[in-house]
């Protein structure tokens, strides 16, 4: 057998490996390892503190569905900020949308961003040419808690709550992503596994609930995350996730290979053990 495992760890208790047939990128940057490899079976793979984050392959299941719920259904889309994302899959699907005006991307580390550059440019796909990208090296938490700007859609791709990624697992911040958005806005965030996560998917759904008032969580699965089911979460105070602007979902669904207005109906749909949970 050729090349190594790269293995993720979860708890001591589980994990997720893959076959590394060449690594193409490793270093410690002011805030985490940032590791590039590149592997048979899902191309090249980023992994942050040895959290697997994104791979060719399978990053259109993550990236589709964390943004266009929101950007096609949230009642004006002019003015979106990306939290994270530094390999740039998720503003690539936010300038997907021809409505966008501008679309902020605020992460913490540049160094991610130069090496994604470099060693995964199919995830930014052109994203870091593209005039409407406001491409910013900030913390994020502390950008949301000051600035004076506004958002119509605010969008969070973190990694799991440890490192550089933890802040953005409160309700202060939360508060704070609500006062960026007007009370019209939409804000989505991936929200892990209810099954690898259990604690932190709920309070997720229960700080969100408190805060915007009104928040759901939406389903699907991605490959490299395992866990079976994968979340994110849709939040407003008065915007409704099933009401959906067809006019927008043509705008892109021709370059979508997961997301659809079908998949949008459907993936609202909660498992009965979490909609009981909710409930109480
Ligand atoms: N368990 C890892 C979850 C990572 C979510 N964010 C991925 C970043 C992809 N842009």
């Not at 410690?28 to 590791?35: L, P, V």
């Not at 705008?251 to 998949?263: F, G, K, L, T």
Request: glycine share 8%.
């Amino acid at each position: 057998m050729q090349g190594h495992w790269f293995t993720e760890v979860f708890e001591d208790c589980y994990s997720l490996g893959l076959r590394a047939k060449t690594f193409l990128h490793s270093e410690r940057s002011e805030f985490q390892q940032i590791d590039l490899f590149d592997t048979p079976m899902l191309g090249r793979v980023l992994a942050l503190d040895g959290i697997l984050q994104t791979s060719e392959a399978d990053e259109k299941y993550y990236h589709e569905m964390l943004v266009h719920p929101a950007l096609c259904t949230a009642p004006c889309i002019d003015n979106v900020l990306v939290i994270g994302g530094g390999d740039g899959g998720t503003a690539r699907e936010v300038l997907r949308h021809p409505g966008v005006k501008r679309c902020v991307m605020v992460e913490i580390d540049e160094r991610v961003v130069r090496a994604c550059q470099e060693h995964l440019p199919a995830l930014g796909d052109g994203v870091w040419d593209d005039p409407r990208l406001d491409l910013r090296f900030a913390d994020a938490v502390n950008m949301v808690g000051t600035t004076d700007e506004r958002f119509d859609v605010v969008i969070l791709d973190g990694s799991d709550p440890v490192g550089p990624s933890e802040g953005l697992f409160g309700r202060t911040f939360y508060e704070n992503v609500k006062r960026v958005l007007g009370p019209d806005g939409v804000f989505a965030l991936q929200s892990e596994s209810p099954t690898v996560y259990e604690d932190v998917f709920f309070d997720i759904q229960r700080m969100t609930q408190e805060v915007f008032g009104r928040s759901q969580p939406y389903f699907g699965s991605v490959l490299l995350y395992g866990a079976g089911i994968w979340t994110w979460t849709y939040a407003s105070q008065t915007a409704d996730p099933l009401a959906l602007n067809l006019e927008r979902v043509a705008a892109i669904e021709d370059r979508c290979e997961i997301y659809n207005a079908q998949i949008h109906a459907a993936c609202f749909a909660q498992p009965s053990f979490i909609r009981r949970r909710l409930a109480r």
